[in-house]
């Protein structure tokens, strides 16, 4: 028995839609691997053109193809500086948002000891991190300790921010029908609350992903002989501009894969429904 037409065009509609919408993602992910491409490439051909068209000299501002070459021939020192930074930076990073998370939580939960706590957080945060980090290090002395809490400190603001949001914008109508189900705060929290912050927290954890290596670098500037920050430090000392822009292109790579890796998680843990899905 052969199928109505009607029914064979509808099918050929369906897979003729179904062929542009793949073709539309096919072009969306190549646009999204190749413009970021184009962007990096037009910044170092403006970088090159500024230092050739100006005649800027190599000690102030060196051209690419110098800092490259620098980068290869001191990769070993590099890479050897990278580690110490890079375990500041996931420890700052793990101890500070874990820390907004939990205190977020209490927050919502007990709404006097936001009243009393959160001024004291803005104004903890309002401190300027190389401020913040002398101090530290006079009490916890130089090693991986006050490092990893200067990360923690500039991830810590962000996130619990984000999460007072998340966790108090549930829709009302949600709340009743939880209240009505007499569900535990255990499980609005876990079911309903959280959840609903998910978009919330990765959006804060990709800036504190940048920003916890900036505060392990900073901590590296005031007290510290290992580590990008260190190594920034001894190659401005030294006149050394290929080392210094070596180690800032370092730091920017370690804080660009940081942020890569949390964008990959969130892919991974918030899964949209499909556009015009009911």
């Not at 990893?148 to 709340?175: H, K, R, W, Y």
Request: positive net charge; aromatic residues 12%; proline residues 5%.
């Amino acid at each position: 028995m052969t199928k109505p037409s009607g029914s064979l065009n509808a099918t050929a509609s369906q897979n003729a839609a179904l062929q542009v919408y793949l073709a539309k993602r096919r072009k969306e992910k190549i646009l999204d691997l190749v413009l970021p491409i184009f962007g990096v490439v037009g910044l170092l051909f403006f970088w090159w053109a500024v230092v050739k068209g100006f005649h800027v000299r190599p000690f102030i501002a060196p051209s690419p193809l110098l800092v490259a070459t620098s980068f290869a021939r001191n990769h070993a020192i590099l890479f050897g500086n990278l580690l110490p930074t890079a375990v500041e930076a996931v420890g700052g990073f793990l101890i500070g948002n874990l820390t907004a998370i939990a205190m977020a939580i209490l927050f919502v939960h007990v709404k006097p000891l936001r009243q009393i706590f959160f001024p004291v957080a803005v104004m903890l945060n309002s401190i300027p991190v190389v401020a913040k980090a002398p101090i530290l290090i006079l009490i916890m002395g130089s090693g991986l300790a006050p490092k990893t809490t200067i990360a923690a400190f500039v991830c810590f603001f962000p996130t619990l921010v984000n999460m007072l949001e998340g966790l108090g914008s549930v829709d009302p109508q949600v709340m009743e029908l939880m209240e009505i189900l007499s569900a535990s705060k255990a499980q609005v929290l876990f079911k309903v609350r959280f959840y609903n912050s998910l978009p919330y927290l990765f959006s804060s954890m990709r800036i504190a992903a940048s920003m916890s290596v900036i505060g392990a670098v900073v901590g590296e500037w005031i007290g510290s002989t290992r580590g990008i920050g260190a190594l920034i430090l001894q190659a401005t000392y030294a006149f050394d501009t290929g080392l210094l822009y070596s180690a800032i292109l370092m730091s920017t790579l370690l804080a660009g894969a940081f942020f890569v890796v949390i964008t990959y998680f969130e892919k991974l843990t918030i899964v949209w429904p499909a556009e015009g899905s009911h």
